[in-house]
Structures are given as C-alpha cells and as structure tokens.
C-alpha cells in the first residue's frame, strides 16, 4: 500500500493536468493597427490547429469565412517547465465598424462563440476607452463591472496599463492562466491593449510576451497604433529598472520613441491625428506614500539614466505629447497640466482648455491582492484630484480638439467621482507658448 501511495504523491501532474488538452481557452483579441483587421490570441495545452470561423451579424450565425494562423509553444521559466501553445489568428478584409461573431479552435475543439465590432476606419469619429492597470486575480474588484460593460458594448477599446494577474508566473504560471481566463469575458469582446508592468518581470517578461499580442515585433513591449484622432504610443518604462535583461533596451525604445514621435508629428499625420497619448506603466509623478520612482524628484522614468539621458519627460515635451496615462500606483490621481515640477495651466477658469504641458492621470487601482496604495497627507501643488477608490477611468476621444475623461468607482456602485474635459485648440509643441 505505501509503495502504490508513494507512486501517486511522484505523480502530481498526471492527476492534474490530461495529457492531451486541445480545448481552446483563454480567448482574447487585439487590433493590429489595420481597421480591416482584428487578431484572436487563445491558449491549449496541447498542439492544435490554429482556426477561426466568423461572418457579419446579424444574420444566421454560420461561420461562414474562416482564417487560419499559427500556434507558438510556450514554455513557463518554472520548476515544472509548464507546456502551453499560444495560437495566434488575424482575421483580415473585415468591414470597419461591422459587427461579427466569432469562435476560435480547430475542428479538435471550438471556443464558445464570442462578438466583437472591427473598429472604424479614418479620424472621424469618437472611440471609447477603459483603462485602468494593476488588476489581478484576488481582488480584482472593477473586472465584474467592466466585463457588464464591455459586453454591453460601452467600449470600443480597453488600455490595461501593465501589472496584471499578481504574477503571471507565479504556481508555474498557473496563475497567469487564471488570469487570461478571468479576462475573457472583457478580452474576447473589446480589444485588449497593453503594456508591461513590474508584474510582468519574471523570467525576462516571458509570460507577458508570449501571451499578448500587440501591434509591432517587439513582442508586445513597445508599439504604436492609430485611432480616431489619436496616435497611442504603448511603451515599457521596465526597461529602466530590470537592465539585467540588457541596458541597451533603453536606448533601443528610446531610439523607436523618438522615431514614431517624429512620424506622428509630419504636419499630414499630426494634421489627421493631433492627439498624442502614451501608456506606461510607472509614472514620473505621484503623490502616494510608498517609496516608488514617482515619489523621487529624480524619478528615473521622468529623467532616465543619472546624466538625464534618455529623460521621457524632456523626449515627451518636445514632441508635445498631449496626455499620458500610467499605472502602478493602486490609486487615482489626476494633476494639474505640468512639465518639471510647474504647473502650466491654460488659465485659472480653464486649467485643461489649452493647457501649456502635458496632462498625466495616473489609473492603478482596478483592484489586486496588493490593495489600494494610501497618499501623504497634503497634497502637492501639482496634483489636482486623489482618490482612494477600486476603479477605472473612461476616455473618449471626441474629436480633434475634445477628449472626455472621467473615473468611475467600484466602491461607490459605479459613480463618477471625477472628470474633466482636455480641450485643446493646439497641438505640439508649438501649444506650449
Ligand atoms: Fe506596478
């Protein structure tokens, strides 16, 4: 009896896991950049092949196109070198703004069906955002009022501003899996856009880089995309802290920074798309009580490397970035219009109607087992508004001279404890005079 007991305690695995799992799971969507396109990344176990069925609704939901694409074996950096096959699929030639129904597998096992509608085409028009970072799998207190929400159709996109699942990696990635499943029901109906977070660090990001799928070839660390009337630029402020995986990655992001900033800024793109908004995940300034890079007045994300070299604040300025979202801190905070500690309002009555720097909002607080990260006591004179709520923040990009933000908490039912409008005659650099 102890040798047959002995044989079952070496064998966790087999009892754990089948040996051929080829359900489709984990289903989440990303836009590529292209209005006519839209991919589905999902998770099996076992190698599959990589297909999609979909067609327009609403109509007799046949499936009647179908794409194919490819699965990339993904092993976890754990103990147990857990096995995964991420399928990635673009569906191509889809009709902006059409909504269609999909489901994703291979004839060895379907997803259940999901719906998404193909982002809309050129600048005019006014798309809706959630976004918010630091969101796990304990704790993660918005997820039921954004998934209620993104299957309502509230939203043409979600932001998640890097830290995710508390950490993908964690029980031989486990736990990263929970976390894929538990987005689903926001992911496989809303484009799922992202950037890494301290979170993700493990392994050098190999659970981040192997389950996204964002636009670029740099497996999702940094990338750039259009929408409506605004150019998104989606970078790792990792880069700076972990250069264990390689200090050049600075200069390399800060070199495709300055690059895509340039192009954005060509009079016939910044002329079609004058909104130039980034995401990244620590910010350059916060008024939390913790001791994080934003509480430091050399914060290295703001002044890069000692020397000021590779500096985002400067880079972001020069180039007349209009709004940057981050993340990290497990709270909101919204300041006042500001470049180098000074605040630049556009007037007393109007701060953010044509205001003189860039505009930060700093949204962490979706909801994870870290809980909420206090502030000091007084606030400081370039912070405009601090909440200490579970939530998430709601922009819409109006048009070329409106954005819309406001955020909603989960502690108080949904409510909007604060807004703003961002309203800007100007744009670039030359808006600063
Ligand atoms: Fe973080």
């Excluded at 993660?140 to 159709?153: F, N, T, Y």
């Excluded at 995986?245 to 954005?264: F, N, T």
């Excluded at 990244?280 to 913790?290: A, I, L, T, V």
């Excluded at 930060?360 to 007084?378: K, N």
Aim: aromatic share 14%; proline share 6%.
């Amino acid at each position: 009896m102890v040798g047959f007991f002995c044989l079952l305690l070496m064998l966790p695995e087999l009892h754990s896991a089948p040996t051929v799992w080829i359900q489709p799971e984990q289903v989440h969507l990303s836009y590529t950049g292209d209005p006519t396109s839209m991919k589905v990344t999902w998770t099996t176990f076992s190698p599959a092949p990589s297909m999609v069925e979909f067609q327009k609704v609403p109509g007799v939901e046949n499936f009647t196109e179908c794409a194919t694409g490819k699965a990339t074996k993904f092993v976890d950096g754990g103990l147990q070198q857990r096995t995964m096959y991420i399928h990635r699929v673009e569906l191509t030639r889809l009709v902006p703004g059409q909504g269609y129904v999909y489901h994703c597998g291979s004839n060895l096992g379907w997803s259940p069906k999901f719906y998404f509608v193909a982002l809309k085409n050129g600048s005019d028009w006014s798309p809706r955002f959630s976004v918010f970072g630091d969101m796990g799998n304990e704790n993660p207190q918005s997820l039921g009022r954004l998934q209620k929400e993104a299957q309502r159709g509230m939203y043409d996109v979600i932001l998640h501003v890097g830290d995710f699942a508390y950490d993908m990696d964690e029980d031989n990635a486990r736990i990263g899996d929970a976390f894929m499943r538990q987005i689903e029901s926001v992911a496989a109906y809303v484009p799922y856009m992202t950037c890494p977070g301290n979170h993700e660090e493990k392994y050098n990001f190999s659970n981040y880089r192997n389950r996204f799928s964002m636009p670029g070839n740099t497996e999702s660390l940094w990338y750039s995309w259009d929408i409506g009337s605004a150019h998104i630029i989606s970078f790792s402020t990792e880069v700076y802290f972990y250069l264990k995986y390689g200090p050049d990655l600075i200069r390399e992001q800060y070199v495709w920074l300055e690059r895509d900033l340039q192009e954005a800024s060509k009079p016939e793109n910044r002329g079609q798309r004058p909104w130039l908004i980034t995401m990244g995940h620590r910010p350059m300034y916060c008024s939390n009580n913790d001791k994080d890079d934003c509480t430091d007045h050399e914060s290295v994300v703001r002044l890069g490397l000692p020397g000021h070299v590779f500096a985002l604040e400067d880079l972001f300025y020069k180039y007349g970035v209009d709004l940057e979202l981050w993340a990290h801190e497990h709270s909101y905070e919204r300041l006042w219009p500001l470049y180098d500690y000074k605040v630049f309002n556009g007037s007393i009555e109007a701060p953010y109607t044509n205001p003189r720097a860039p505009v930060h909002i700093i949204t962490g607080s979706a909801g994870c087992r870290e809980m909420l990260d206090p502030f000091v006591p007084e606030p400081r004179n370039w912070s405009a508004v601090r909440i200490e709520d579970y939530g998430y923040t709601r922009m819409q990009i109006l048009n070329k001279t409106h954005i819309y933000l406001e955020q909603v908490s989960d502690d108080q039912d949904g409510r909007i404890v604060d807004n703003i409008w961002l309203i800007k005659e100007k744009h670039g650099p030359e808006a600063w005079h």
